[in-house]
């Protein structure tokens, strides 16, 4: 098996934006015709992938979403309106393009790869990438979620992925996940990151009753009486509380930061996986990007603690990588305005000028 990076060094290749490729692209935009800053938070992200690569001209074609799925003992305790079989046969429909997320990506030009960490008792299937770490993990409210060990190779084998994908010429990521029961595991795990109160981030994920929210929030309350309540590792917190699909996410989001490519934010369960890789390197955030405000209670919280903006606030909840496809066009659409040539003088128009 080809060798991996461990997760120290993919944090040592990561560098700061490069503040002349910002100054040039900023240059760029207020030559277009148009008010200055009129595109609003796409010129700003636009802007911060010419920073993050360097330089100012470069594409968005060719395009990949990773799913990272797996399954998660707390379900176990009824924490989900569905069961584990679940993950797996997703799995499948997103292998075999019959998933929602596969329409929008062929609306989006994007490749869809999922990929296998740990679903419960899965055997394999063609399509489905095998990441495999362990089967399934732990119920949480009970026990450690994982090893040390597990969330480790879940993290290494997320970031060896992303590298051998933006090697073979992936230019924008989005990554994804599937695994039910895991908006317990991401409650849990930004209660404890974040000194929060489950009772007031707990949300009813794919559409628990109230009844089943309540039995959801319990869980997560005997979870975090197990562990160290003053410990902010990410890495202790992912094993004792998170799931392989964080893990193998974080370590996808620091790969993508180490080599230069922009990775798409989808929602709560990927947000909570990028707070993580944030913390671990605070330069990572300089390759996320922010598709849309879940609806799930976490989803604003998070953003703002990334220090994220998100253009699409439309009560998504659907996972697998759907929010992040939703702003694809929109971010190329706005790289087509970018690259226009369509300046002032072209147009006979006077530059707008910045206001004193």
């Not at 090697?167 to 000194?195: D, F, W």
């Amino acid at each position: 098996m080809e060798s991996r990076k461990t997760i120290d060094e993919v944090i040592r290749e990561i560098c700061p934006p490069d503040e002349s490729a910002r100054i040039q692209a900023e240059a760029r935009w207020n030559k277009v015709a148009k008010p200055l800053g009129s595109l609003g938070l796409f010129e700003n992200m636009i802007t911060r992938i010419a920073a993050l690569r360097g330089q100012a001209d470069f594409s968005l074609k060719k395009k990949t979403l990773l799913v990272f799925c797996a399954d998660n003992g707390v379900v176990a305790q009824s924490v989900s309106q569905c069961g584990s079989e679940v993950t797996g046969k997703v799995a499948v429909a997103l292998a075999e393009g019959r998933s929602t997320a596969n329409t929008m990506a062929r609306q989006a030009d994007c490749r869809v790869i999922p990929v296998d960490v740990g679903i419960l008792d899965f055997p394999g299937h063609p399509g489905v990438r095998n990441l495999r770490v362990r089967n399934a993990t732990g119920d949480i409210s009970r026990e450690a979620a994982m090893t040390r060990e597990d969330c480790l190779a879940a993290m290494t084998g997320g970031a060896a992925l992303t590298e051998k994908l933006i090697r073979e010429g992936t230019e924008l990521l989005a990554v994804g996940e599937m695994g039910i029961g895991n908006t317990t595991t991401t409650t849990a795990l930004s209660a404890a990151l974040l000194n929060l109160d489950p009772d007031m981030i707990t949300g009813r994920g794919a559409g628990l009753s109230t009844a089943g929210l309540e039995r959801k929030k319990r869980a997560i309350h005997s979870a975090l009486k197990r562990i160290d309540p003053n410990e902010k590792d990410p890495v202790y917190l992912m094993t004792e509380l998170g799931g392989l699909d964080i893990a193998a996410m974080c370590g996808a989001f620091l790969a993508a930061a180490a080599n230069r490519t922009p990775v798409i934010i989808d929602g709560a369960v990927s947000s909570i996986a990028a707070y993580c890789a944030l913390w671990l390197c605070p330069n990572a955030g300089t390759a996320m990007l922010a598709s849309h405000i879940s609806a799930e209670p976490l989803g604003a919280l998070l953003l703002e603690k990334l220090g994220l903006e998100a253009p699409l606030n439309a009560g998504m909840h659907l996972g697998e990588g759907s929010g992040a496809l939703m702003l694809m066009p929109l971010l190329e659409i706005a790289l087509e305005v970018y690259n226009s040539g369509q300046d002032f003088d072209r147009l006979g128009i006077e530059a707008y000028q910045p206001l004193t």
